[in-house]
């Protein structure tokens, strides 16, 4: 039998989500989904002075609002944790220990001012800035002055000096790096720390992870990661590089601190369902246009149809799925959605048919008091040039209407024959001040099931007071 799939999403806590890294939970989550496998969640705070507490909580709230509810990990536990790096420095000792056994990482007295003029040195000298084991192996009684002097060392792994490493990239496929240009590189900080190519890559394998699908920005890790996990005899997971996820200008997103983040989409109203499927096509081919439930986009989850140029981050197409999300969203999710108060104004046995009228036209919670507002509210504020408008149709055209409802019933058939009768109006001259005068829009949910809505009150006072004006013809 095969193994089972297990993926992970690993967030370092500095902050809140964005985009990027929501599509990146979503694309593993989905993996691990589509195949039966388990989803892990992994929390990267070894990194103390950056690590928030508030963050790791708000994390977690953010992936449980989008649905991504993880099998294992903080708060839920499973056969591999602590799933807080935090909790395993111990482990990471145990292994560093091991590759300094080995004669694979051996410590590195040098500070970092002195690497730091290493390397401005190489590139004045037109040299490649790769770290020079001779350079750095110091005579014995240096070693010890430094130790004395209280100053602790680095453990640097020692990659093999020539020679290539290759491996297939489950998105990109074959991928070759050639060893020499990679150089020894920290994986155990002077304060006993590790560093993120070890701690990252020896969870990924102790926590039995098969497969780590991660941003495009890592490629260039994982050459280094392979090594510390080859070096160690242990298994590596298969691991696949998603595009870069750029913005409308196209420039990397990641960098735009605040930008396309969670806190702005959840201030912003969005709905989990609008943004997952949003996300879950941002550099993944879907051959459905329809909005899909993330049990849906599970089983239609390919890793070959995740493709390898940039993905744009398109406002207009996140707006897109939002509508189709308010679209299918139910009326106790709509209510929820738009908060206590949305529907004050709307009579108890109308709020069905007025979400069914409105819906069309609700895209941000704060549409839907809006538009109760505008049925059930005071009335309109109408702009000068909508003054002037519903001025010039003429009182005749109110009266009219007026008196249609007056003579049979107040709907947009009878109101509408009415002024056709009367003054031989038809089309946009007619529906146009219509929807004006009750409104106080241009547009908005159709005509006729809005004005059914409106007490029959209401919808007179907003004609009459245009029954007032001179005529103009
Ligand atoms: N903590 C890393 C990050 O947030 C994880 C990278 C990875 O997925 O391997 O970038």
């Known amino acids: 039998m095969s193994q089972p799939l297990r993926t992970r999403f690993a967030p370092s806590p500095t902050g809140r989500l964005h985009l990027g890294n929501v599509r990146t939970a979503l694309f593993n989550f989905l993996l691990a989904r589509m195949a039966g496998g388990s989803f892990v969640l992994r929390i990267e705070d070894t990194d ?56 694979s990482a051996y410590d590195c007295w040098r500070t970092d001012d002195e690497l730091r003029m290493f390397r401005k040195a190489r590139i004045a000298a037109g040299r490649p800035p790769i770290y020079d084991r001779q350079w750095a192996a110091l005579p014995e009684d240096e070693v010890s002055r430094r130790r004395e002097a209280g100053q602790s060392p680095a453990l640097r792994f020692s990659v093999p000096r020539d020679g290539q490493l290759h491996f297939e990239d489950c998105i990109r496929g074959r991928q070759t790096f050639g060893l020499a240009e990679i150089g020894d590189f920290v994986i155990g900080r002077s304060d006993g720390t590790p560093s993120f190519f070890f701690s990252n890559a020896l969870d990924d394998s102790l926590m039995g992870l098969t497969h780590v699908l991660r941003g495009e920005d ?127 104004r709307v009579p108890s046995d109308r709020r069905e048919a007025f979400l069914d009228c409105v819906r069309p036209n609700v895209l941000r919670p704060a549409d ?70 009750v409104t106080g829009a241009e547009s908005g949910p159709e005509l006729g099931p809005l004005i059914d809505l ?20």
């Open 48 to 103: 103390a002075a950056r690590s928030e507490e508030d963050s790791v909580r708000q994390i977690a709230e953010d992936l449980r609002w989008l649905g991504l509810q993880w099998d294992e990990g903080p708060e839920v536990g499973g056969g591999y944790g602590p799933y807080r790096q935090s909790g395993r420095a111990g482990i990471y000792l145990e292994f560093m220990d091991r590759l300094r056994q080995a004669g």
């Open 454 to 473: 409106m007490p029959t009150d209401t919808l007179k006072a907003r004609l009459e007071r245009w029954t007032a004006v001179r005529d103009s013809c």
């Open 368 to 437: 839907i008091p809006h538009w109760a507002d505008v049925l059930f509210g005071r009335g309109p504020r109408f702009s000068p040039s909508m003054v002037q408008e519903l001025e010039q149709t003429g009182a005749a055209f109110f009266s009219a209407a007026l008196a249609g409802i007056e003579a049979g019933a107040p709907d947009l058939a009878t109101i509408a024959n009415a002024v056709k009768a009367g003054l031989g109006v038809k089309g946009r001259r007619l529906y146009r001040p219509l929807r004006l005068a």
């Open 218 to 344: 890592h490629l260039s890790n994982t050459p280094r990661q392979l090594l510390i996990l080859q070096a160690l005899e242990l298994p590596a997971p298969s691991y696949g590089h998603l595009p870069l996820l750029v913005g409308p200008d196209g420039a990397p997103l990641s960098k735009r601190m605040g930008s396309a983040g969670m806190a702005e989409f959840r201030a912003d109203g969005i709905m989990p369902e609008a943004l997952a499927n949003y996300a879950a096509r941002l550099g993944h081919a879907s051959d459905s246009g329809k909005l899909m439930s993330l049990a849906e986009l599970a089983a239609e989850f390919r890793l070959d149809k995740v493709g390898r140029s940039p993905a744009r981050y398109d406002p207009i197409q996140l707006e897109h799925w939002q509508g189709l999300a308010v679209h299918a969203a139910s009326a106790e999710h709509l209510a929820e959605w738009a908060g206590p108060g949305a529907f004050e």
